[in-house]
């Protein structure tokens, strides 16, 4: 029975979340390759609205694409609202000092066969004149794709753009992932990552 229940709830999330998205007017794109690749790093921007988190949580819920996290430290997912960020999709990490934080989280992966996670390169939501890397070494650690993504306001859409895997020259595939951010208008365009020509 609870499985049974689990399942129901499963239906009605995804089935109330793309009502809301919509209602809101907004589109998804590219989520359908993504169903054929076990792990990956999702690197998405710009991102300059706290908005930006539930508009993520709705479009994980609507494509069903479960397998995709965001990493949160282990303290938020301690009682009373632990529960709350996991069944958001909140993957706790413990901080320790033995381990890098690159390393923590490429260690994700290899605990489970379908698993990703969801950074914000810009690392918020203020203007940055450059992007973080983590999002390429944690890749390049763990062996898995690193998929690109946009969430362009004007046209309120949450586009996937083609995954590729991490190369050794982390400046190209940077540039790769610049290109694509600098190419969408966050909900305040100027506090959006713009990539120098």
Do not use: C
């Not at 709705?58 to 694409?65: C, E, F, I, N, S």
């Not at 996670?117 to 810009?122: D, L, M, R, S």
């Not at 951010?181 to 020509?197: N, V």
Request: proline residues 7%; positive net charge.
């Amino acid at each position: 029975m609870p499985g049974k229940v689990a399942f129901l709830d499963h239906i009605m999330m995804g089935w109330f979340s793309r009502r809301m998205l919509q209602l809101l007017g907004w589109k998804v794109r590219g989520d359908e390759p993504l169903r054929a690749l076990d792990q990956f790093v999702v690197a998405i921007g710009p991102h300059t609205s706290n908005w930006d988190f539930p508009l993520g949580i709705l479009v994980r819920w609507a494509t069903g694409l479960e397998k995709i996290h965001f990493i949160g430290k282990a303290s938020l997912f301690r009682p009373p609202f632990g529960w709350l960020f996991r069944v958001l999709g909140g993957y706790p990490v413990e901080r320790s000092a033995s381990l890098q934080q690159v390393e923590r989280y490429a260690a994700l992966f290899r605990e489970k066969r379908e698993f990703a996670i969801v950074i914000a390169p810009e690392g918020t939501r203020k203007r940055v004149a450059r992007l973080k890397s983590g999002y390429y070494h944690i890749a390049r650690m763990a062996g898995v794709p690193i998929v690109p993504a946009t969430i362009d306001y004007p046209s309120r859409t949450v586009h996937f753009h083609q995954a590729f895997m991490p190369g050794e020259k982390p400046e190209e595939d940077m540039a790769i992932v610049e290109e694509y951010i600098s190419s969408a208008k966050g909900k305040y365009p100027e506090l959006a990552f713009r990539r120098s020509s």
